[in-house]
């Protein structure tokens, strides 16, 4: 499947779901996405700073085997589509309807939300394709609760939290000291940590084009810039809002955080500050790069007409003496010279070498 059909199958499916979620009830859960009939699976990460406890449960109804206690547990969802056994687990917790919705529609834009019993954030985890350089995008939502945390995922592909299921798997830095408030800061520090490496890919690429640029001027790079574009802007989308919401909560001192964790929610902060001043630049590499191409493209232009100009230039008086002699006038002294034809054919290139010359001399060639 082409790249074109790829992308028209998926606006069918989305445009699917949206009118299966047109009319419904507030709070109704539809699931809107792309990978409808994935499998959910429960990853449970159960840890405090003397253990830590991975196992797997396939049924919500198992989550009552974990009570609470003084453990931090993280619930890793993974997969969206089940409605029904997300419908228990929202249940299990006692879910507000409106963020059980938000957590199966994959369009919802970055946000954060407080309500009554947990803090839930919805934000989109950035992979590159290695292949072609394309972006995937895969909606990533967490709801903070009282000692516990549950994060959903519409799968591993782009999974960047890895990183911390080691840490805690090994006891390595303060999340197994800390509460759950703690591992919610690093999910989304994980997540905007790989945007520097997805704008960082995105330059190198930009860079990329402008040496190919200078070693190949005549190279068409219009689509590459235009799909450079398009990213940019689809990460820019992505950013802006996560920012404003994250400079809300912690503004307002969320009741999920603790102050011994607000600084670091503050530090995410400010990456996120430090990507959105770095979208200024991006924007001018990117316009620097078609004025360089655009450049190219008229100096290649000007080049042709300029040499057009000087075959223009050299075969105006040619034609000239064709024309003259080319006339069915019956009186014309040449026409009777005996070599008059070389005559001609001599004067003509006596006439293009001094053209020759006289360009040459100026410089206009």
């Known amino acids: 499947m082409t790249r074109k059909q790829r992308r028209l199958a998926l606006r069918a499916t989305k445009t699917h779901n949206y009118a299966q979620k047109v009319g419904q009830i507030p709070g109704e859960m539809v699931y809107v996405g792309d990978k409808e009939g994935k499998p959910t699976s429960i990853r449970v990460v159960s840890y405090d700073e003397k253990t830590q406890h991975f196992t797997h449960i396939e049924e919500p109804g198992h989550l009552a085997n974990f009570a609470r206690n003084h453990r931090v547990t993280w619930f890793d969802v993974e997969g969206v589509s089940d409605l029904a056994k997300l419908k228990a687990l929202a249940e299990h ?90 591992l919610c800061f690093l999910l989304i520090d994980a997540v905007v940590d790989h945007y520097f490496f997805v704008l960082e890919n995105i330059r190198q690429r930009v860079e990329n084009l402008e040496e190919d640029m200078l070693e190949e001027p005549q190279r068409n790079i219009v689509n590459d810039i235009a799909h450079l574009k398009k990213q940019f802007s689809l990460i820019r989308k992505m950013i802006f809002p996560l920012q404003e919401e994250l400079d809300r909560l912690v503004r307002d001192e969320s009741e999920f955080i603790q102050a011994s964790t607000l600084p670091y929610f503050k530090d ?49 008086p040619l034609t000239f003496i064709v024309g003259v002699y080319g006339m069915n006038f019956k009186h014309m002294p040449e026409l009777n010279w005996p070599n008059g034809y070389y005559l001609a054919l001599g004067l003509m290139a006596a006439i293009a070498t001094g053209m020759v010359i006289f360009i040459k001399q100026r410089n206009w060639f």
């Open 93 to 182: 917790f006692g879910f507000h309807p409106l963020m059980a919705e938000d957590i199966v529609n994959t369009e919802q834009m970055p946000r954060v939300q407080e309500y009554d019993k947990h803090l839930f954030v919805a934000l989109k985890m950035l992979v590159v394709d290695a292949a072609d350089g394309s972006i995937d995008i895969e909606h990533v939502s967490v709801v903070l609760g009282d000692n516990y945390l549950i994060s959903f995922q519409e799968d591993k592909k782009g999974d960047v939290f890895d990183n911390i299921r080691e840490r805690i798997k090994t006891n390595k830095g303060r999340v197994c000291r800390l509460n759950a408030d703690y």
């Open 268 to 316: 995410v902060l400010d990456h996120l500050r430090n990507l959105t001043s770095s979208f200024e630049s991006f924007r001018e590499m990117l316009y620097g790069l078609m004025d360089l191409y655009l450049s190219n493209l008229s100096h290649s232009m000007n080049a042709v007409m300029k040499t057009l100009t000087v075959i223009t230039s050299i075969f105006i």
